[in-house]
């Protein structure tokens, strides 16, 4: 099949033309991916290049997990300039979906902790390990990273985890951290780890109210099932 420019297309196949006439919701995601990476090559327009990009569901899932311009120019027609645009764009798409739950009126349940780390952290392919600082209305102060491990584990000391705790005031804490596998049920070391933060905490004054294990759209929370 002979790849055809976007300009070549009809106007109402065109995704700029069409999301200007119909909105953004009628578009696929290729077609907004299109629009991020504008231009394309004699060989391939950016339609073609950003259907490559999201050809089926799992390298949507790759395109969600990639974090450096180099995972990105691999793609035959994406040069750094492109590449940057479309990191730039899935950053923010992150950042808006924590951002409606710092909204809320604060950390009320496990699903609202759910809720705010799992756009963070549900397709990286290290485990990365959060803390969510809280105030005496349990409204989220601050969320930090403390640390990130290798595909199985992650290396996290209660000082490094009560130090930002400490220096910002908070009057609570919620953790959490992803398993690459995408299955979040906890391990050996996330129980041990979780009940010396606990402890640690109710030394301190500065209560830990929950672990969250991110998983590929799911979660496990030791407060929801009585481990805290």
Do not use: W
């Amino acid at each position: 099949m002979t790849n055809r420019l976007i300009k070549e297309l009809p106007p109402e196949d065109r995704p700029r033309e069409k999301l200007i006439l119909h909105g953004p919701q009628v578009l696929s995601t290729s077609e907004l991916l299109a629009i991020l990476i504008r231009t394309g090559t004699k060989e391939k327009s950016a339609l073609e290049i950003a259907r490559e990009l999201t050809a089926n569901e799992m390298k949507l899932r790759n395109l969600a997990s990639v974090h450096s311009v180099e995972q990105l120019v691999k793609t035959k027609g994406l040069g750094p300039a492109k590449a940057t645009t479309i990191l730039a764009a899935l950053e923010l798409g992150k950042r808006i979906a924590c951002a409606s739950t710092l909204e809320r009126d604060g950390i009320s349940a496990p699903e609202d902790g759910a809720a705010l780390l799992m756009p963070r952290l549900r397709y990286e392919t290290n485990e990365h390990f959060i803390i969510v600082l809280l105030n005496a209305k349990n409204k989220v102060i601050l969320v930090e990273q403390i640390s990130e491990g290798s595909l199985n584990s992650s290396v996290v000391h209660p000082r490094e985890v009560f130090s930002p705790a400490v220096l910002h005031h908070a009057a609570a804490i919620l953790v959490g951290h992803n398993h690459p596998s995408g299955d979040p049920t906890p391990s050996k070391e996330d129980r041990s780890l979780t009940d010396v933060l606990a402890q640690t905490g109710t030394i301190m004054g500065i209560p830990l109210l929950d672990h969250i294990v991110i998983g590929d759209g799911i979660y496990f929370s030791f407060k929801e099932h009585g481990y805290l």
